[in-house]
């Protein structure tokens, strides 16, 4: 299960992932916003986060006017691995050496097909593991006070 969620500058980018993941047959929770009305982006980033800090989703993705504010929200929460993406490259190697768990997007930076690129990257790539655990492991060392 995939955790999603917006503000209004990400809207129509996560209308545009939703129906890529329903072509895909990939399910998700929709964390909100419902359309394009300003909202506030970081309770929706912290509901997407909790929800797979605490099990209930697998991994997300966040889609603001930049991708950033989502993602410096949604990093606060122990567990997250949020990482703002914009090309192939990153995008790819958030997956396979940071083994990011919140792809952060930003509505008013990519189009939709360059979007859903990257998305395709980011569900597709697998985390690598090995030397990069030891690395995962010092930011939960960060997390709990003992970095
Ligand atoms: C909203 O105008 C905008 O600030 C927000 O979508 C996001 O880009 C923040 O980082």
Known sequence: MLAIGCDHGG??????IEAYLEERGIEYKDFGCPDETSVDYPPIAAAVAHSIANGECERGILCCGTGIGMSISANKVDGIRAAVCTEPYSTEMTRRHNNCNCLCLGGRVLSPEK????????????YEGGRHQRRLDMIAQIERGEL
């Open 11 to 16: 809207f129509q980018l996560k209308k545009a």
């Open 115 to 126: 979007a859903l690129e990257l998305v395709r990257i980011y569900l597709d790539t697998p």
